[in-house]
């Protein structure tokens, strides 16, 4: 099953360089997001969907042969590494989105609070806190856009695009059910322990053994007890890396609720801090307190989503299935 998906993603990209799928059974996303990556390079201002760009990764990749590893075991490998690192980008570009923000609004504060200090409203001691938080704030806009720097490269390292060529934002994912669970369990064995390319490496190893009597080929009743060892070895690791993706997963929802109940609580603490500054009753340091704090809690919260659907993405390329995940492929009939 495994090879036979892999060898239809494979043949389809190198029959065609726009990396369209079969004649007989088209994919109309493969076909849209093939249309944008194609001028992915040269149109900076048209970003690129997530699909688009895990298919412009996958015929960067498919230029290089690589005959040690099973096909779909690497194409979702590649497609795994390329997801985490637009996932990565899209929460570093809106965390300095909302630390400019940020930053702007305890501006906005300070102005006011500066008025009120000349009418004698307000103390300069109130308006050199607020100034500190607004440094603090100009600060940490500073560190956003170095660790925003950072990805970026990583990113283009990884896809051969630019930052910008990303789409902003990306539809939000379903949690992952029980039952759909237990299949990506089972079918990741299958695509840990692939018996075609295992049998395809030794029929290799006969024809070099026939062809060269003294080279050894691993044949024999031995050698065979020692592939059926080596593929149960496979499949106990494979279920052991699975048991520990799901945990992850997991234990990333967790923390994800955890930081968006804590954002919730500190919009509506900013929310009544607001109100009560622009009516005097509340004061300016209060107020950016609560900036400061929702701010911190927003980009808390990028971080625990962007995580959370790597950790997700990462189950179904552990069960070979991230391609049909993006309609990168048709699927084959009966799978």
């Known amino acids: ?145 170095s660790e925003w720097n950072r990805i970026g490269r990583r990113f283009t390292q990884i896809t051969r695009l630019l930052p910008v060529q990303l789409t902003t934002g990306f539809d939000p994912l379903q949690p992952v059910l029980p039952d759909e669970m237990d299949r990506l369990a089972q079918a990741s064995l299958s695509t840990s322990a692939d018996v075609q390319f295992s049998l395809n490496q030794r029929a290799q190893a006969w024809a070099a053994r026939r062809a060269d009597p003294a080279r050894p080929s691993g044949f024999g009743p031995g050698g065979f007890e020692a592939w059926l060892s080596s593929l149960e070895d496979v499949r106990a690791q494979a279920a052991t890396e699975f048991a520990c993706a799901r945990e992850a997963y997991l234990q990333a929802v967790m923390n994800f609720d955890r930081e968006h109940a804590c954002l919730v609580r500190a919009r509506s603490l900013r929310r009544t801090a607001e109100a009560g500054f622009r009516l005097n009753a509340r004061s300016a340091t209060e107020y950016a307190d609560a900036i400061a704090e929702e701010s911190r809690r927003n980009h808390a919260m990028l971080t625990c989503l962007a995580q959370r659907r790597a950790s997700q993405y990462h189950l179904y390329a552990l069960a070979g299935l991230l391609p049909r995940q993006f309609g990168l492929v048709a699927p084959a009939v009966g799978f």
Do not use: W, Y
């Open 1 to 145: 099953m495994t090879e036979h998906f892999a060898n239809t993603l494979l043949r389809d990209g190198k029959a065609d360089p726009c990396g369209q799928a079969s004649r007989a059974d088209p994919s109309p996303a493969l076909e849209s997001c093939t249309a944008a990556a194609k001028g992915g390079a040269g149109r900076v201002h048209q970003p690129l969907s997530l699909a688009a760009v895990l298919h412009h990764v996958l015929l960067l990749d498919m230029c290089d042969g690589h005959a040690d590893e099973p096909a779909l075991r690497r194409l979702n490998r590649v497609l795994d590494t390329a997801l985490d690192a637009c996932l990565e980008l899209d929460a570093a570009r809106q965390q300095l989105q909302g630390a400019i923000a940020t930053q702007r609004e305890l501006e906005i504060v300070l102005e006011m609070l500066a008025a009120r200090v000349e009418v004698g409203q307000a103390s300069p001691v109130e308006h050199r806190k607020v100034d500190a938080r607004l440094c603090s704030a100009r600060d940490m806009v500073t560190r956003t856009v």
